[in-house]
């Protein structure tokens, strides 16, 4: 490792970039003239947020990797990408010898990070240990030329020490992240006086004095909720699962579909952590023994974040989900869900229709709320009147007339359908049609003039008609009201960062009864940017059943559902696997994917 007399400048920095062919000889000249000015108004904003957060030895500087970055220069030979800090780093740690490394959060262990070093030495050295194997520790290091902290390690913890090389910003994540999440946990466990177990099944009763459990109020329990729900919001999560388990909790978070593994909390914090979220969400802290539901609205980044909350008694404990509703993802214009032409074209005519009832299907987690919200607001005018029924309230909106079930009190679906006809609606959503009594008061609503959305939970859309005659909705009824029924599933997108062309093998093609042919297809090989997946966001795919004459003749004769499926595919119906079939043969989703999900 060439460090000897060196140091990390952005003059420095901007040659060595330039030497790589990452910067044009203008750009270094601009870097060269402007680089300080620019680290001064960086230096500025990163004191006011750092400040707001009495958080002062984390701003000490601005690296010359953040300085360069923030020119936003675009990357040589891809204009679609940005020289960012990442590359910029990544750039320094190969000029200096030292491994990358990109730090994901989701990958590393809470006890090794916050250990080895104390917080202050962590923000003062900008220095994070990532791992730990054979007694070795790898240390995540900001400045390759000043090490002064790594060799006090050395001196004082008798460590040995693989170094790597981070940035700047990825390093004090972890510190903020890590080490707040940790400090504010560990100061509640110190509070706390385990001399009594909650809500543990399996424990004995054991009698003390005084045990009383730690208030949802204590500063270390609101700062480590704080924490927890700010890192879910940095990853891009759209649940947060906190499990009680025999002795530890578990906290879980669900990307793109997927649930990983986050933190390990100690058993007598959780139910602080509980009652602290239960506090927020205005639920009933004493009431543990019953399921709630409660809501918490909040702001990240300038945008205001919905979150709806559950809790689930268990034999260990209350089990919290915090489901994270984002406005941005709730609500897009209809054209950017994924529909493909056809099927985007006529979901446009069900819409369209004075009355009748469309149905959008699918299990939990497809995607139906977003598409029934997103045509909603579509169809939000000052001249409407749109009132929704739901169990719970999704998100609230300020142009919808929202009526939350409450079935404690006999607020019901059926009974508030029966309630909204009296308040002159234009366009009803019922949540959900889980019932005879709702799904005949939506097909009279249907009858009597008003356009009526609702989900329903079946496999496909030819499959929905089958539901309904279940619910006992006679067939004649269904022709006479059902506009259309849309089923849907969510796919994971390929990482573009890593994207891989490969042929579909011969029994794959097979398998997806497809002519024999060469087909190319794509895959994510993993990476920093998609945590090693392979797969960065998800799209949807779509099955929608048109009601034409001729599936309503079938309708009226059978419930047969290879029927119903055989006559709409003459007219033009993809089925959910041709769908994700087509977006295979885009580059947008995988062979894996689409075999795990249709």
Do not use: W
């Not at 388990?245 to 990307?255: A, E, F, G, H």
């Not at 993809?574 to 087509?582: F, H, N, W, Y």
Request: glycine fraction near 6%; charged fraction near 30%.
């Amino acid at each position: 490792m060439t460090t000897d007399k060196k140091a990390l400048t952005i003059e420095y920095v901007a040659t060595l970039l330039k030497k790589r062919r990452l910067l044009t000889d203008i750009q270094e000249r601009e870097i060269q003239i402007k680089g300080e000015a620019q680290r001064a108004r960086l230096r500025k904003t990163s004191d006011s947020f750092y400040s707001s957060k009495r958080m002062h030895t984390i701003a000490e500087s601005v690296s010359p990797a953040e300085v360069i970055a923030s020119f936003n220069f675009p990357l040589a030979g891809d204009d679609k990408k940005l020289l960012t800090e990442d590359v910029i780093t990544e750039a320094i740690a190969d000029e200096v010898g030292l491994p990358y490394r990109k730090i994901d959060p989701l990958k590393l262990n809470l006890d090794i990070v916050t250990s080895h070093i104390p917080r202050p030495f962590a923000q003062r050295y900008l220095v994070v240990p990532i791992e730990e194997k054979d007694k070795v520790v790898t240390l995540a290091v900001a400045d390759p030329f000043n090490l002064e902290g790594v060799e006090n390690l050395k001196a004082t913890r008798r460590m040995k020490i693989n170094l790597v090389l981070s940035s700047k910003t990825d390093i004090l994540k972890i510190v903020r992240e890590f080490y707040g999440f940790r400090y504010s946990v560990g100061a509640a466990e110190k509070e706390f006086s385990p001399t009594s177990e909650f809500g543990n099944l399996e424990q004995y009763v054991r009698l003390k004095g005084g045990a009383v459990e730690l208030e949802a109020t204590d500063q270390h329990i609101v700062n480590a909720v704080e924490y927890l729900l700010h890192y879910a919001y940095d990853q891009r999560a759209s649940d947060i699962h906190i499990e009680p388990k025999r002795d530890r909790s578990l906290v879980r978070l669900r990307i793109d579909g997927i649930l990983h593994y986050i933190h390990t909390i100690p058993k007598v914090v959780h139910p602080s952590i509980v009652s602290r979220i239960k506090m927020l969400s205005r639920m009933d802290i004493a009431e543990k023994r019953k399921p709630q539901d409660g809501r918490i609205k909040t702001a990240f980044r300038d945008k205001e974040i919905e979150l709806r909350v559950s809790t689930l008694p268990t034999v260990f404990g209350e089990k919290i989900v915090i489901r994270i509703f984002d406005p941005e993802i709730l609500f897009q214009n209809l054209s950017g869900l994924g529909f493909p032409p056809r099927e985007l074209e006529l979901f446009n005519i069900f819409l369209k229709k004075p009355n009748g009832i469309v149905l959008v299907t699918g299990p939990t987690g497809s995607g139906k709320t977003t598409t029934l919200y997103s045509a909603l607001k579509s169809l939000s005018t000052p001249e409407v009147n749109i009132v929704t029924i739901e169990d719970p309230i999704e998100m609230v909106v300020e142009e919808f007339n929202q009526v939350g079930v409450q079935s404690q009190i006999g607020v019901d679906f059926a009974g508030s359908l029966r309630t909204i006809l009296r308040q002159d609606p234009d366009i009803i959503m019922v949540g959900e049609i889980r019932d005879k009594e709702t799904a005949d008061n939506a097909v009279q609503a249907a009858l009597t003039g008003h356009l009526v959305f609702s989900t329903l939970h079946t496999n496909d859309a030819p499959s929905s008609v089958t539901r309904l005659m279940d619910l006992g909705v006679p067939a004649f009824l269904i022709n006479s009201t059902v506009v259309g029924i849309v089923a849907q599933r969510l796919l994971r997108r390929i990482c573009l960062n890593c994207k891989k062309e490969r042929l579909l093998a011969s029994e794959e093609i097979e398998y997806l009864r497809l002519k024999p042919n060469e087909y190319k297809v794509y895959y994510g090989e993993g990476c920093t940017e998609c945590r090693g997946t392979g797969y960065k966001g998800r799209v949807g795919i779509f099955e929608i059943l048109d009601f034409s004459e001729k599936v309503k003749a079938i309708v009226a004769r059978t419930s047969d559902t290879t029927l119903i499926e055989k006559t709409a595919r003459a007219e033009g119906m993809s089925t959910l696997r041709e769908s994700a079939i087509r977006r295979m043969l885009q580059g947008v989703t995988t062979y894996e994917e689409i075999v795990s999900l249709t």
